[in-house]
């Protein structure tokens, strides 16, 4: 059985090969119990191992909050307010082009992102701010995905499996709308 440092490696290469995010963008966690294992500031996915994950608390920040990502606090805050056991934050493009045209939400159009991911809020804040802990937060509690406007995705799940899922559709719902809106002619063909 891998142990919990490995299944985030093995995600974080998953999420670099599927476009979701690139360089030193994006984080992944997972709750295990009171502890959140999560990704360090600053490193890349497709590059993680041991000592790139510290184990941080689940009720408040701890010491290594210094070490952790940046954005700690609403990964904490999600595991806080909903029974989600893994989060995954990426830079996928069409989601935060996206979120820079649409008011309040990306709506799929696409069957799959209409039934398994439903709509997409987007909320203001800035990176790895209370504010933002607390807006994602909240959408979470009954959506799969949010988005930060500007900024990217956080979509989470009851494992890794599950939130790598609901990002892969999340930036595949944004392009299948994307590409349709930007189509010169209403009429369909
Ligand atoms: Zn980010």
Known sequence: M????????????????????SS??????????????????????????????????????????????SETCVHRSIYQSTPARAVIHTHSPFVVALSLLEREAVEPLDSEGIIFLGAMPI???????????????????????????????FAAGSSLSDAFTFACMAEHSAKVRYLVKAYPSCERV
């Open 24 to 69: 030193r963008f994006g984080n992944i966690s997972q709750r295990q119990g009171e502890k959140i294992h999560i990704t360090c500031t600053g490193s890349m996915l497709d590059e993680l191992d041991q000592s790139l994950i510290v184990e941080v608390e689940r009720r408040g920040p701890c010491e290594l909050d210094r070490q952790a990502s």
């Open 123 to 153: 909320v203001e804040g800035h990176f790895g701010s209370e504010d933002l802990a607390a807006a994602v937060s909240s959408v979470m509690q009954s959506h799969k995905a949010c988005i930060a406007r500007g900024h990217g995705v």
């Open 2 to 21: 891998s142990l919990a440092w490995q299944e985030i490696a093995r995600f974080g290469r998953k999420v670099v090969a599927a476009g979701l995010t």
